[in-house]
């Protein structure tokens, strides 16, 4: 679940002061898998860096899951920062490792004393079981796109934020992932937030935001 109040965000460009947020408040319900419409430079980017305590605001309040991150100090949002799950539209793959060093990297990077649940299942699903000795440059950018999607996944958390993962792909490769990271979060109850620039691709999703002029219209 995610509530947040009344949110103030400004950025300081050049001398000018550009607000980007200013007086935002909206809900999603847990397990809701939602889609994040809006022109370029209307701030999806910067709600999602917000929401997953990259960002703090100015003013106001962001709770999720029960956790007041806006108060947070730094120690504690990157504490929170382990516990969801962020895909790129660029990847970011580390280049010199196995499609499978890649998704085990940032599990035990965050959880060092704990063994992964569910590895193989994961990979199975996402259909990279024979891809696993393979580099990522040797990899088609949806099958790249589907490790980002293990390696957020591979950690449970129970709130996944991805900015435009299907950016980089052909429509059917977008729709497949699509798809699939759509059916995985709602298998395993996970509050999905994406942004995407396709109209087309938000029929997976339970509900559509439009982010226009630093207020939901949808
Ligand atoms: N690091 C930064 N420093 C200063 N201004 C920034 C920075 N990042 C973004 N902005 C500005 O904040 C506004 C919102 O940017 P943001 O990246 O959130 O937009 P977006 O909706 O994600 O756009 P796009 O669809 O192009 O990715 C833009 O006007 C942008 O120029
Ligand atoms: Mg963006």
């Known amino acids: 679940m995610i509530s947040v109040s009344n949110l103030l965000f400004r950025r300081q460009d050049g001398d000018q002061v550009q607000t980007l947020f200013d007086g935002l408040s909206f809900e999603i319900a847990g397990q809701e898998q939602v889609a994040l419409l809006g022109d370029s430079g209307s701030g999806k980017t910067t709600l999602l860096h917000l929401l997953a305590g990259l ?3 100015e003013r106001g309040q962001i709770n999720i899951n029960g956790e007041l991150i806006s108060g947070y100090n ?10 969801i799950g962020l895909i790129f539209q660029h990847y970011q ?3 010199c490792l196995t499609v499978k060093q890649n998704i085990l990297f940032q599990h035990k990077l965050n959880f060092p004393t704990q063994s992964p649940v569910g590895f ?9 079981s024979n891809k696993l000795e393979k580099l990522p440059s040797q990899l088609s950018g949806g099958e790249q796109q589907r490790v980002g999607i293990a390696r957020a996944l591979l950690n449970q958390p129970k709130l996944i ?5 299907t950016g980089n792909l052909d429509q059917t490769r977008a729709h497949q992932v699509v798809e699939m990271l759509t059916t995985l979060c709602k298998e395993r ?19 559509v935001k439009v982010l226009a002029n630093g207020q939901f219209n949808e």
């Open 55 to 57: 960002l703090s605001p």
């Open 74 to 83: 730094e120690q504690q949002l990157a504490h929170y920062r382990r516990k």
């Open 93 to 95: 793959l580390l280049d």
């Open 120 to 128: 193989e299942a994961l990979v199975e699903q996402l259909g990279l």
């Open 161 to 165: 934020l991805a900015d435009e993962p």
């Open 189 to 207: 109850q996970i509050n999905l937030v994406m942004v995407t620039h396709s109209r087309q691709l938000t029929q997976y999703f339970d509900s």
